[in-house]
């Protein structure tokens, strides 16, 4: 699994929901998640995602109509449907309607984890690897950007920041979301080390004579791209 994987976990039931999102975290995944089928589509609308986990029965808008409105908007990100329902004409419902892979449960991590790895190889094939904002250029392969063509030298926090910022355009990402998101595990109590983080990234992607690509949204958070 490549670090910085960024996942939209769909799925109502709390218990479920919750150690699946800790388990993912743990092996390095970013996880949104969602309780229902509208937050779902809202989030996996305004994110990039590497891969969905999505409940086939949800509240508000069912797994599958949620899967339409991602295959008729255009998106083509994976996804693993999960069901309770293990009967062949429903995993062929899924599958026709857009899903990459149909899980049963209850079904066991480890071969949830496997399937993910699969459904993300098979993405990579077909994915652009890089991310462009303007004249900045970050490779998720080569984990490395540029400006202008000319490499910026990132420490692995700096480019885990930028590479998260970049996964989440065009959205305003808040300081506790990017610390989760970097710090795993770790309580923030008030730290200043994302202000810090962010400084220093921003003096490095704007050099003289470049436009700013990172803004401050006082109140907000951190956004890439989008007006000053």
Known sequence: MMPGMRVLLIEDNE?????????????????????????????????????????????????????????????????????????????????????????????????????????????DSRADPTIAVGDLEIDTVGRAARRNGRRIDLTPKEYQALEYLAMRMPAVVTRIELFAQLYPGEQEAGSNVI?????????????PGCEPVLHTRRGFGYQLGGEA
């Open 195 to 207: 202000d810090v983080l962010i400084g220093r990234l921003r003096r490095k992607l704007h050099p």
């Open 15 to 123: 218990t479920l929901r919750g150690s699946l999102a800790r388990g993912l975290a743990s092996v390095g995944y970013h996880v949104d998640a969602a309780a229902d089928g509208f937050e779902g589509w809202n989030l996996a609308s305004e994110a990039r995602h590497d891969l969905i986990i999505l409940d086939r029965m949800l509240p508000g808008l069912d797994g599958l109509a949620v899967l339409d409105r991602l295959r008729k908007s255009g998106s083509r990100v994976p996804v693993l449907m999960l069901t309770a329902c293990d009967g062949v004409d429903n995993r062929v419902q899924g599958l026709d309607a857009g899903a990459d892979d149909y899980l049963t449960k209850p079904f066991a991590v480890a071969e949830l984890l496997a399937r993910m790895r699969a459904l993300v190889r098979r993405g």
